[in-house]
């Protein structure tokens, strides 16, 4: 189970005392950092970015609740749980998004629960969360008096052929005047030029097989093979090694 951080925010101090203490006694958490005003917490949300904070909200300056309210802006996923001694902030405290509220006196058992609450909270959004799609990198070359777009991702290799240059994909080819070396700086890391006349695409290698002096690359769904020099063999196999690992 991972370590969640916290930072205490408190003017007084035994309760930080207390809540230190008690938050030892827990597994998986752990105080990162503890300030005594509203303006620090902003700048130990920043330096620190918490998993959680526990915040008092009656604090000289700026107080604990306009505090959250600008932590929230600036670390959105932040569970902040309210530790005061007066209740009337219950409700206002919820329309922040407060995890919790807890009034003093700080019991070690409430504030198990308030915490546990709030590593459900971050657990279930790190399931929900989707990662951003990418999008997809292209290779634009000059192809018969018009320029197409490849998806990197669908590019099996690139041969050279006479005065072309022609690129593959499972089911086309593609022709162009663009020499080799120009199409190779445009390519991007999984592409690796193995043979004086071929790049190509390292992901998209299932099956290496060698015939007299060199070696063919085999892809996925497709009956195409590409070449590899007897002296790119071994650096292509360590290169395909570490993209797998």
Known sequence: MEDLKIVIADDDASSRTILRHFIRLFPHYNVVAETAS???????????????????????????MEAV????????????IFITGYDEFAVEAFEVSAT?????????TRL??????????????KRWATPAKQPSKRLGIRSKNAI?????????????ESRKTVIHTVNEQYETTETLNEIEKELD???????????INLK??????????TYLAHF???????????????????KIFDMNR
């Not at 919790?100 to 070690?108: A, C, L, S, W």
């Not at 592409?191 to 004086?196: G, I």
């Open 38 to 64: 509203g303006e620090e917490l902003l700048q130990l949300v920043l330096q620190e970015q918490p998993d959680i904070v526990l915040v008092d909200i009656s604090m000289p300056g700026l107080d604990g």
């Open 69 to 80: 309210k600008i932590c929230k802006q600036l670390l959105p996923s932040v569970q902040v």
């Open 100 to 108: 919790d509220y807890i009034v003093k006196p700080i019991e070690r």
């Open 112 to 125: 198990f629960y308030a915490l546990e609450k709030a590593r459900k909270l971050i657990d279930m959004a």
């Open 148 to 160: 197409v777009l490849l998806p990197m991702e669908d590019i099996l290799f690139v041969e050279k």
């Open 189 to 199: 890391d999984d592409f690796f030029k193995t043979h004086r006349s071929y790049i």
């Open 204 to 213: 998209k290698v299932v099956k290496i097989t060698q015939v007299g002096e």
């Open 220 to 238: 996925l769904n497709s009956e195409k093979v590409a070449y590899i020099s007897k002296l790119k063999f071994h650096e292509v196999q360590r």
